[in-house]
């Protein structure tokens, strides 16, 4: 992960008040599946650690898209020399967990969508906010929630947040999955990812798994 320092304009926001449930969702499925959404909010240790913990998730793998495959490799992904992000792959089952109530733990816990193209110290476009939509259903619920959330002025500046379409999911290097519970006294993970973990946990009590 890179360590560079910021302005104050680029000063993580935090949500002022509860953020709304989303008022445009899928229905819960009548029986157990699996559907798969692609998150990228900063650094992939962080994201996958949050949303590791919620009931109804069956795995989170971290990865990398936008780009190509002959170059999705850490090195160069974070040293910003192609144009993927770092992202989660969240495994989950619809008939137990919504994709808007994901979303919703992606838009005030998980990242901070306010930030272009960085998430606090680490910059560039690798880190960038993105929801990566795999059918038009999925670009739908993340548009209509966005405008919801900007409507709610929860956060002090506009959602930059983007949507791009789903090409290739590349997994990460085998070392960088599960990371946060691997490496629980990694600095950067001590920093940068428990806080959220435990946001998660107090803000979301009702959607952990046991």
């Known amino acids: 992960m890179a ?7 680029d000063r993580p926001a935090t949500p002022q008040g509860p953020a709304p449930d989303p008022a445009v969702d899928a229905a819960i499925a009548p029986t157990q599946g699996r559907v798969d959404v692609v998150l990228a909010g900063g650094c992939f240790w962080c994201t996958e650690a949050v949303f590791e913990q919620l009931a109804g998730v069956y795995e989170v793998e971290s990865g990398y898209a936008g780009g190509t495959k002959e170059t999705a490799d850490y090195q160069r992904v974070s040293a910003g020399a192609t144009d993927h992000a770092e992202v989660i792959r969240v495994a ?5 967990i919504t994709l808007g109530q994901l979303l919703k733990v992606f838009f005030t816990v998980a990242h901070d969508p306010t930030q272009l193209n960085r998430q606090g110290n680490d910059v560039g476009r690798q880190y960038r906010s993105t929801v990566f939509y795999a059918d038009d259903e999925q670009k ?11 409507e709610s002025k929860i956060y ?3 959602i930059v947040t983007t949507l791009e379409p789903l090409d290739a999911f590349y997994p990460a290097e085998t070392y960088h999955q599960d990371f946060v519970q691997r490496n629980p006294g ?3 993970v001590r920093a940068q990812a428990l806080p959220k973990v435990e946001k998660v946990r107090a803000k979301f009590p009702d959607q952990l798994k046991d």
């Open 3 to 9: 360590f560079m320092s910021g302005s104050s304009c």
């Open 92 to 96: 989950y089952d619809p008939s137990k």
């Open 140 to 150: 739908r619920i993340v548009q209509a929630y966005i405008r919801q959330l900007d």
């Open 156 to 158: 002090d500046r506009p």
């Open 186 to 188: 990694q600095p950067y």
